[in-house]
């Protein structure tokens, strides 16, 4: 008797296959599987490629129009929308009268289906025009799928090489596949066809410029089981969405222990960071939150200047640099305890420099990411998703507003294009201080910007005091917000330390007191018309 589970379809014990179809883009080891089904009894059933390949190893394959008596028409369009088709896949083997209807017609059943998509996502990520990406939507593939996924109950359906060999070792030991098995092809089926979906729904919202579409779909496909999330007891995953952006989900790791969920965040908000900055640079993250940035003529230099900043916070943390990695800084970073290092290329005798640090995670991307590039981000709250675009926000030179006396100094423009691409990346409230191309004091997450503004200081100061340095490094250096200062509080707080110059995004009701009190330290201040919270 059929194994039932309370308000599910009745599940057939052990199904052994009289009939499989077998129509997969992706070859890689279907021959192996092809095999084991046709050791287990059952005909093959197959199209274009896919029966090729099957014959060419010697398996007897029926070609799917000669099973239908309806040949492939339409470039291939049309070639398993067949009743014969999806008949044999929905006939439920309970029901007398699906039974009646399938003798009826000469539908017979077909008990595995094994369907590998056509590459829309990669053809996408590889650039491809729009009729490209368009034929490469598969239609007969999800179709099969979701019939046999329906119909679990007495169909197996594989939509993944990698399940191929639990099939096997099944049919090896049993002849055929029991309920649980099933169940779980199926579900992962259904999650297959719908990040399938996902990606088709995101490309064209993006060739209409729906920005806000009425329902949003997310997909992406499993990249990491990992340890656990943020703390040991809460369970967590990667997954890759297939967007080809340079980052951590496209990274090939060549050195060192399996990533964290805190380092895969981290890495992630250190390499966006680095990315923006156009000179030989390096940031420094620590619980996503830069604790060192800094460019220079060359990588090294960068990154001691970086790591000047805060030598302390830097400990376990993330490294980013944004040219490839030279033997002479990774010499320098493997003297420092780091969790990842993210570069987008590594010199050989670089990678032999960090060869003996076996704990450090060593990541290469081939390419760096186009801060300028549209892009979406997500965050969950309570029974819903936030959507906004990725903060591509840019300011150049030519769009600073001077509204103090005194206007700025081409250095203290410098630093201040610098400083403010900094707080973009740095959590809210911030406050960054930028000297001579380096940070030297960050102050984030903050409640309230007098706070951020003192901790940035306090840093400043702690880190000159540290290093022998007769001064504060907040003397002679600039602030950035990422917000207007709501009163001239948190400013006047920097201009004590010895700040010389400001850039914030103005728009305050007390614009004017803010102004009048970097004019009464004769400090320049510019307007970017830009704000950069991050929370």
């Known amino acids: 008797m059929p194994a039932h589970v309370s308000g599910d379809l009745p599940l057939s014990d052990l199904v052994k296959p009289a009939r499989a179809l077998l129509s997969v883009y992706d070859k890689a080891g279907i021959v192996d599987l092809g095999r084991a089904l046709h050791q287990a009894g059952a005909e093959l059933l197959s199209t274009g490629g896919t029966a090729d390949t099957l014959r060419a190893a010697g398996l007897p394959v029926t070609e799917v129009a000669d099973y239908t008596g309806f040949p492939e028409m339409m470039d291939g369009r049309v ?52 009729d490209t990406c368009i034929e490469n939507i598969d239609i007969g593939g999800p179709s099969m799928i979701r019939s046999a996924a329906k119909n679990h109950a007495s169909v197996t359906v594989i939509t993944d090489p990698a399940d191929y060999a639990e099939v096997i070792a099944a049919l090896e030991a049993a002849g055929g596949t029991d309920p649980a098995l099933r169940r779980t092809l ?5 999650t297959r066809t719908r990040a399938y979906d996902s990606g088709i729904s995101a490309w064209f919202n993006g060739q209409v410029d729906e920005a806000t579409p009425r329902q949003l779909a997310l997909g992406g496909a499993l990249k990491q089981t990992l340890r656990y999330g943020e703390n040991p007891h809460q369970q ?3 997954y890759a969405t297939g967007d080809a952006r340079p980052g951590v989900a496209t990274a090939q790791q060549v050195q060192g222990k399996e990533l964290s969920y805190n380092n895969i965040n981290d890495t992630d908000a250190a390499f966006e960071l680095v990315a923006e900055l156009t000179e030989p640079g390096v940031a420094i993250i620590k619980h996503a939150n830069p604790c060192g940035v800094a460019i220079a003529p060359t990588l090294a230099e960068a990154y001691r200047r970086a790591l000047a900043c805060d030598p302390v916070s830097a400990f376990g943390g993330i490294i980013a640099v944004n040219r490839p990695l030279d033997k002479e800084t990774a010499l320098l970073v493997a003297d420092l305890f780091a969790e990842v290092v993210i570069a987008p290329a590594i010199e050989p005798e670089a990678a032999t420099a960090l060869a003996d640090k076996k704990n450090l995670r060593v990541l290469v991307t081939g390419a760096m990411p186009d801060p300028k590039a549209p892009g979406l981000t997500y965050r969950s709250v309570a029974g819903g998703v936030l959507m906004q675009n990725r903060d591509n926000g840019h300011v150049t030179a030519d769009a600073l507003q001077t509204v103090t006396q005194r206007a700025p100094s081409p250095a203290e423009v410098r630093d201040m294009l610098l400083a403010f691409t900094l707080v973009k990346h740095v959590k809210s409230n911030a406050i960054v201080l930028v000297k001579d191309g380096a940070a030297v004091g960050i102050g984030g997450g903050q409640t309230s910007r007098v706070d951020a503004a003192q901790q940035a200081v306090a840093r400043a100061a702690a880190m000159a005091q540290a290093a022998g340095e007769p001064h504060s490094r907040a003397v002679g250096a600039i602030v950035a917000s990422d917000a207007f200062f709501p009163f001239p509080d948190g400013l006047d707080v920097c201009l004590k330390a010895g700040v010389t110059a400001a850039i914030q995004p103005g728009g305050s009701k007390r614009d004017a ?7 009464a330290a004769g400090a320049a201040m510019v307007f970017t018309g830009l704000r950069h919270f991050k929370h």
């Not at 398993?80 to 039974?99: E, F, N």
């Not at 077909?110 to 053809?123: G, S």
């Not at 007191?513 to 004019?519: C, K, S």
């Open 236 to 238: 967590a995953a990667f």
């Open 79 to 130: 070639k398993t929308l067949h009743p014969k088709i999806h008949g044999g896949l929905l006939g439920r083997r309970d029901s007398s009268s699906h039974q009646a209807a399938m003798s009826e017609h000469g539908i017979g059943p077909i008990d595995v289906v094994v369907v590998t998509l056509y590459p829309f996502e990669a053809t996408v990520a590889k650039g491809a025009d729009f």
């Open 513 to 519: 007191e803010v102004i009048a009190a970097a004019d």
């Open 186 to 190: 199926a579900a992962r089926a259904f």
